[in-house]
């Protein structure tokens, strides 16, 4: 079935949705064996949750593949993960607030560290502070003009990591990234890899060599790679495709970015997890759909704590209290993808996912964790339908066909 | 997989296989808590059944997709449903057994009442009854002819509720329905939607207006409201595509017209239940293939009737003896989708399957019910290709590649 059948069901009401999403879910036991961290976690509010609702096992993307954030966020939206995949670039654009044109190239930048003979020695310009990073890219804003006429824009993301934007017309994003990914050996260049691009990836070379020598006399960051090209590329909202009025509420950037791609008002300001949730219900009466993102347990899960991915799960449970007091018509729980400890990286298995609304046939978990989703009534289901499900458990949906 | 892949595979055989449908059959708990209807009724052949058979759950569309019943029953045959949409009106007119041609428009029609300024203040003119409406559309066919040649016929179907059908070249379904689906307001006109349109919409525009005349003396059925065009389409049949020979037994109109439009020979005369199994064990020698259609489950499930809706599950159950002493070589019940009392409409639930066959690999399966075939062997699966699991287990299906 395509995705987007429902979009054309799509009837308005006065229900509200709530989803909540703790990124990189799923897990694994360590060492194989016990328990995984939702399994070793003390959720009793999940699990309350879990009995009577419908529980299963999502595929972001499908069997086996393992997804990047972008991909899995967009399959959570009901927007094909593969049709629509974009480069991070992108991705990181729309979350530092950057206003975005059609003429835009994105592309993601680490500013790294060269020897005398060019050859990189640290990828990440030993982790320089935000600070430097600021100073950097405003040198950078105030030395570099490109022959081509092509605009160009240098933007802070966090740490080592920053965005430069080309503005220009006929711009191409099929080019060679020039991150090396390993040290020792000087930095790609920017090969086009269709003849389209050759422009481009001159213009590009061109920014790598002023760049590098505007930063010449930089200790740590005397140099820039270039790992991610994205050109800008409009979506159907989620108020197009499902007559919703969504908030996001995020607090890590590329996820407040996704949102915005999708047409989301985006809710700033909030640090913690309970900041988080104090956000959803102070603008409970004013949007419809609600996209709760939890970063932490995907960090952890990345740092390869089990113990502390299991905590940040349990913190989550222990705040399930103040949306269930919200009553939303449907609250889904679930993840974007897996990010087990046990891996320390995103991984392919199916995560968990419990949907609760009034309309929701019983099947028989009794606890919220993956071998009981095994069992639950929405099986083992790919991603890209759940907001199909989430909307006719809704009343969002109309009959297909007489 | 594309559902057409089993044609390119089909053997014929001397096997039988009896598809029992209860039109509507899943359910859910009323108020949330307890049982299904299947789940609450006492149901010991199903049971039965249940134990020897592999079970399971199917989306008759996909996952939050409630269907009409035409796309569920074509799906139920193995055609792609959404492929494969048609309009109610071309359901109906195979419905009441009218000889249809490559040339016809079906209209779908409802007498109506409207007042003095000519709004609708009844959109079923009162429900008049059948007599009245056969009385109505000989007097329409007499009076009626169309300035452009275009032939007009006019049959009953039920109550207030009639089929129009236009005869002529160039004929198309894009036009707007007149049916204001609301008191109060006059009819809306049969705008064409594409250019193509333009002369069927002032044919209709005509033949509305003579029809407005003609009944202009009636008290209550003093207009005609339109709510379903389409033209007439011609499907693959069942014996095309997978050399059986099928037998449809349904009291209830439009079930035979599906099963028409899908070539399969159609049994009349069945009013109840047990008429339905007695025309099963009847024709039993001549065919290989039955269709056996149980409509007053959906009814049930429709007027919100949980206890009725029970009832009927069981007399069903009582009857099911009747197959299983024919010894059928493949026997499936199930439905065309879920119809809960609870929602008194369709649903997007998945809906119990059961497929009994020597064939079979045991399950842990003992009950026939929603939240046990959860755990059956067939999973959660698209209805499209019940069809081709049933021929496989009839052995009417070859191996694919060497």
Redesign the interface.
């Known amino acids: 079935?395509?995705p987007e059948?429902?979009d054309t069901?799509v009837v308005k009401n006065e229900t509200k949705i709530v989803f909540l999403i703790l990124d990189g879910l799923g897990g694994l036991p360590m060492g194989g064996k016990g328990q995984t961290e939702l399994e070793a976690a003390r959720t009793p509010h999940l699990d309350a949750l879990a009995k009577?609702s419908i529980c299963g096992l999502l595929d972001p993307i499908g069997y086996g593949i393992t997804p990047g954030s972008g991909p899995a966020h967009f399959a959570l939206f009901g927007y094909d993960p593969i049709k629509n995949n974009v480069g991070r670039g992108l991705l990181s654009a729309a979350g530092i607030d950057l206003p975005m044109t059609a003429r835009d190239l994105f592309m993601r930048v680490n500013f790294a560290t060269i020897d005398y003979q060019g050859r990189v020695t640290d990828r990440r310009a030993g982790r320089i502070d935000n600070e430097t990073n600021r100073r950097l890219c405003q040198k950078l804003q105030e030395q570099i003009r490109l022959q081509s006429g092509i605009d160009v824009f240098f933007e802070t993301e966090k740490e080592h990591r920053a965005l430069f934007v080309l503005r220009g017309d006929e711009l191409h994003e099929e080019i060679e990234e020039t991150d090396p990914q390993k040290t020792g050996v000087p930095p790609l260049p920017p090969r086009p890899l269709i003849r389209e691009a050759e422009n481009t990836a001159a213009a590009i070379a061109e920014l790598v060599e002023k760049a590098k020598e505007a930063l010449a006399d930089e200790k740590k960051a005397n140099m820039v790679l270039l790992r991610g090209y994205a050109r800008y590329r409009r979506f159907p909202s989620i108020s197009e495709r499902y007559s919703l009025n969504p908030l996001a509420i995020a607090n890590y950037p590329m996820y407040r970015g996704i949102a915005r791609l999708l047409g989301m008002t985006v809710n700033t300001g909030a640090v913690t997890i309970e900041d988080e949730f104090a956000a959803l219900c102070q603008n409970y009466n004013k949007f419809d759909f609600f996209f709760v993102h939890i970063k932490d347990t995907d960090s952890r899960g990345e740092d390869g704590n089990f113990a502390e991915k299991v905590r940040i799960i349990e913190k989550v449970d222990s705040l399930i209290p103040r949306i269930t007091e919200l009553h939303p018509d449907v609250l889904v729980v679930t993840g974007d993808h897996s990010t087990p400890a046990a891996l320390a990286s995103h991984s392919w298995h199916p995560l968990p996912v419990l949907l609760l609304a009034?309309?929701?046939?019983?099947?028989?978990v009794e606890q919220f964790g993956e071998r009981d989703c095994i069992?639950?009534?929405?099986?083992?289901?790919p991603m890209v339908?759940?907001m199909?499900?989430?909307?006719?458990?809704a009343k969002r949906?109309?009959?297909?066909?007489?």
Chains 1, 2 share one sequence.
């Open positions: 079935m395509d059948l429902i069901l009577d009034d309309t929701c046939r019983p099947d028989r069992h639950g009534g929405l099986g083992r289901m339908y759940l199909g499900v989430a909307l006719a458990h949906l109309t009959k297909f066909g007489a």
